[in-house]
Each structure stands twice: as structure tokens, then as C-alpha cells.
């Protein structure tokens, strides 16, 4: 008897690590830094203070584990003395594999606040959709920014 439950377990255990992947959430938490690498800012005549750029962005995410992962993205913001909104496209990369979003928030007092919405993904984030949040961190660094980026990533089953 114990001999035939120990092959009905050995035989359950090897179906489910045959069967396919099960859909599942998963929330990423990092500090994220970028810098402007193709940027361009242009101020708008006869309106003191408003200005319109975009470009090309790259970022390094850190957790507080130590992993890591880049982000390459664009931006576009529109702003009146440093008030106003902006939206760009971010692809994270992660050794598990990319993720692919729209982002759209505000600044104000110069302090940014913005919503993700997941488009894609790659690897372990095959067919990624999902939600997230962006906000401005305290910043000790000249010439770049610093965020908190919280992804709620949702991946179907495969």
C-alpha cells in the first residue's frame, strides 16, 4: 500500500511540473535612476516658463534584495515653470525576462507622480498586462532622477 501511494504521489508531483504554467500575479518594488541620454527641452515662445521636450531616457532599477534591471524609455512632457504632465514608453528588462508599459503622471513642485499601464512582456512575463505607480524619491544626485516604481505584473497561463 505505501509502495503504490508513493508512485500515485511521484506520478501527481511529475504532472503538475509537466502541466502548463498557471496564471499569476506578481508586484515588483525598486528604486529606479535615469538619465537623459537623447534629449531635447524647448521653450515655447511668449509664454514665460513653458517649455515642451522629449526624448530618450535609460534607468537602472535597484531592489532592495540587489537585483537589478535597465529600462530603456521615451518621454514627453509639457510644462509651465515646472508643472504639468508628461507620458513616455518603458521596457524594463530583468534576468526573468521584459517588461513593455505606457506611463502617464504629473509633476508638481517637482515632484512626479504617475500611473503605468503594462502592454507586454517577455520570457517570464510573456503576455504581461497590469498596473503600477511611479513616484519621485528623495534625489542626493545632480543630473539624474531617482523614483519608486511599483509594477502589479499579471502573467496568463502558458
Known amino acids: 500500500m505505501r509502495k503504490s501511494l508513493a508512485v500515485f ?5 511529475l504532472a503538475m511540473a509537466a502541466s502548463p504554467a498557471l496564471a499569476g500575479e506578481q508586484v515588483l518594488e525598486f528604486k529606479l535612476v535615469t538619465k537623459p541620454i537623447d534629449f531635447k527641452i524647448t521653450e515655447v515662445a511668449n509664454i514665460e516658463g513653458q517649455t515642451v ?19 530603456e524609455f521615451v518621454n514627453s512632457s509639457d510644462t509651465l515653470k515646472g508643472t504639468g504632465s508628461f507620458f513616455g514608453y518603458s521596457t524594463y528588462t530583468f534576468e526573468e525576462g521584459s517588461i513593455t508599459a505606457r506611463y502617464t503622471g504629473s509633476v508638481k513642485d517637482g515632484r512626479s507622480n504617475g500611473e ?36 502589479v505584473v499579471r502573467t496568463p497561463g502558458t
Not at 61 to 69: E, L, Q, S
Not at 123 to 135: D, F, H, L, P, Q
Open 53 to 71: 521636450a522629449s526624448g530618450k531616457l535609460f534607468g537602472v532599477a535597484v531592489f532592495k534584495d540587489g537585483r537589478m534591471g535597465v529600462k
Open 116 to 151: 503605468y499601464t503594462i502592454l507586454s512582456g517577455t520570457g517570464a512575463y510573456a503576455n504581461a498586462t497590469g498596473t503600477g505607480t511611479i513616484e519621485s524619491a528623495p534625489n542626493p544626485f545632480k543630473g539624474v532622477n531617482l523614483f519608486n516604481i511599483k509594477l
Open 9 to 13: 504521489l511521484s506520478g501527481v508531483a
